[in-house]
C-alpha cells in the first residue's frame, strides 16, 4: 500500500469541516493524508475568500493551481460540490437538463468536469443534491442536538420514506432541496456547526450503506493508495 497525499476542493465550510473531521479519519486506514481547503472566490491584496460555489470558471483555477503547487508523484485531488444550486457555467450544464435521472445527470457533470480538467490525478465529486442529503440518509441522529423536535424529525423520516429511503434522490428544487426541508421543520438548524457532526456521527461506513454515489466516491478515494 502506498502513500498517497489527497486534496479535496470543498463548496464551503460544512463540507471542509466533514472531510476533515470525518472523511480525513477514515481514509487515513488507508495509508491516504487528506487536506481539504474550500474553493477560492475571489482575493485583494490583503487576503483570499473562500467558500461557495458560484463560478465554476473560479473553481477551476482554483483546482489548477492547486494541481500546480503539489506536482508529486504522490498526490491527488477532488472536490466536494453539490449539484443543488451548481453555478451555471459548469461544463455541459446545458445538456445535463436533459438527463431525468439523478444518478445519470450527476455522473454526466463528473465526467465533464473530469474531461475539463483534464489531469489522471483528479477525481471529481458532486454531492446528490447536496450534503445535507446526508443527514437525512437518518433523520434521527437530528435528535441528538434538537431533542426537543421529535415530531418534525419524525416528519423528517416520513419524508425520507417518501423517497425509497434513498435521501439522494430528495430533490433539488429551491423549496424542497435537503437543507430547505430540515430549516423548515427546525429552523434552528445550524449547517456549519451541527451539519458537518451530524452527518459524520455514525461513521462513513453508515453513509456509503445508505447514500450509493457518496459510497461510489469514496470507494474510488480508499483505492488510490492500491492503485498507485
Known sequence: MNFIRLNIT???QTEERFIKDT????LGHFNISTDVRRVLTGKDKRKSYRGGLISYIKAKKDIQSWLKEDNHAESRFSTMFDLYALPDDFPKYEESKK???????VVFLENAMQEDINDFRFVPYIQLHE????ILSNPQNLEYEYFDRENEIA??????????NNAELINEHEHTAPSKRIIKLIPEYDKVSVGAMLAGMEGIDNLKQNC?????????LEQLSQNH
Do not use: D, M, S, T
Open 99 to 105: 438527463i431525468l435521472k439523478p444518478y445519470e445527470k
Open 23 to 26: 472523511l480525513a479519519l477514515h
Open 131 to 134: 450534503f445535507e442529503a446526508l
Open 212 to 220: 450509493r454515489h457518496f459510497r461510489n466516491w469514496v470507494e474510488k
Open 10 to 12: 470543498a463548496e464551503g
Open 155 to 164: 416528519a423528517l423520516q416520513k419524508q425520507l420514506e417518501q423517497h425509497n
